[in-house]
């Protein structure tokens, strides 16, 4: 099958297109290349050193004969992404290609307005090319447990059977988002399940939980494969951050109480679930949400378990209480259903103390990349 990745840069779509490959399907990136462009106008890296993507793709030839095909531009370009796509010719389209950071999207207007334009435009762009040429192709979409919020009632998968005044109906699960970047993803699957109503259209969304990690079989197949690992207040995310702080001797930043609770999932579970969105598509006008994540876990719990680790391996780990940055409830009910994926197969690779032991002693190994004035967070969501 040809799978075009969109995003194929990034921390997840790079791991997946290796992931795809690897297992025989004939894989596109489609990438603008702007992440990169991002770490410089923050003045960060990643704490793993990335090839430029021309020379990762080459070097993942080399080593197993297999090929993948770059596209570099924008999908808000519409002109662009429709050559694009009569280039390629997907059988699915794996749609990772947004601005994923919540901080990023909170920083001001003018980046909660590059992220609303970036990843709504160019989900719409994607969904008028697919009705246009590509009808019977599959959109698997990346989507986001944080469209939900922390209702004080269980979250389902993507629908909710309600009664009101007698009567009864199935209707898509009342959003909660908590920053703009959460907003912009509310608004993508409103667009999508629009067009796969309205046009027919197949499309998987897959709201996606925390990821961490960073090794796939693929990625530690070679130093020019390696993947992104961001320990900034930005686009570092919780455990990554976390062990990233451990092995540097700083502080585990905790944003308030700690007691938000979050989903959960390893990168090589992220890859594996794409994998089976693909293998059992969507119905033509069948708007499909899967729950992606594999555990629950408040970010104290995460704290306290990499602090655990931290300490077995000799390393002195503290943990800091933060005031913070962000608006949300820092104690709250969260009990949502994960349940379609396993049911199609996924088998969980569930956080290990051998786990956290790998990212502890990668982090470690890297460490000299790590720049201190980047760790602490510098975005509220509050008016200054």
């Not at 399907?25 to 462009?37: K, T």
């Not at 290609?97 to 609303?116: K, L, N």
């Not at 389902?156 to 908590?178: A, F, S, V």
């Not at 970010?299 to 655990?308: N, R």
């Amino acid at each position: 099958m040809k799978v075009l990745v969109i995003g194929g840069d990034g921390y997840c779509g790079w791991a997946t297109a290796l992931y795809l490959s690897n297992r025989g399907y004939e894989v596109g990136i489609l990438d603008n290349l702007v992440r990169r462009h991002w770490d410089n106008e923050l003045g960060v890296q990643t704490l793993t050193p990335i090839a430029p993507i021309q020379q990762r793709i080459q070097r993942w030839h080399d080593l197993t004969g297999r090929s993948i095909d770059l596209l570099i531009g924008d999908i808000t370009n519409y002109e662009f992404l429709s050559k694009a796509l009569h280039r390629f010719e997907p059988e699915a389209i794996v749609h990772f290609g947004e601005q994923r950071s919540a901080p990023f999207s909170m920083i001001d207007r003018e980046h909660a307005v590059m992220t609303q334009v970036n990843n709504v435009v160019g989900t719409l762009n994607l969904l008028y090319a697919m009705r246009e040429d590509f009808p019977n192709c599959h959109m698997v979409k990346l989507g986001t447990m944080g469209e939900y919020g922390t209702p004080n009632i269980d979250i389902e998968e993507g629908y909710i059977t309600i009664e009101h005044n007698g009567r009864k109906d199935t209707l898509p699960y009342p959003k909660q988002p908590g920053s703009m970047y959460h907003l912009s993803k509310v608004h993508d699957s409103h667009n999508i399940h629009f067009a796969c109503r309205i046009w027919g259209l197949r499309a998987t969304d897959l709201n996606q939980g925390v990821v961490y990690g960073v090794l796939t079989e693929e990625t530690g197949m070679d130093e020019l494969l390696i993947n992104r690992l961001d320990y900034d207040g930005v686009f570092g995310t919780a455990l990554n951050r976390f062990c990233i702080q451990a092995a540097i001797g700083h502080p585990l930043t905790v944003y308030g109480k700690g007691g938000q609770t979050r989903g959960f999932l390893d990168i090589r579970d992220t890859v594996r679930c794409i994998e089976i969105a693909i293998a059992n598509p969507a119905e033509p006008g069948e708007f499909r949400v899967f729950n992606q994540f594999t555990e629950q876990f408040s970010v104290g719990d995460l704290a306290m378990m990499v602090k655990k680790a931290g300490n077995a391996m000799g390393l002195n780990v503290e943990i800091n209480h933060l005031d913070n940055p962000r608006v949300e409830r820092e104690e709250h009910y969260f009990n949502a259903k994960n349940t379609k994926l396993l049911d199609l197969g996924l088998q969980p690779h569930y956080l290990s103390d051998s786990l956290l032991d790998s990212l502890l002693n990668f982090a470690m190994k890297y460490q000299h990349h790590v720049d201190q004035n980047q760790i602490l967070p510098k975005v509220s969501w509050r008016r200054n």
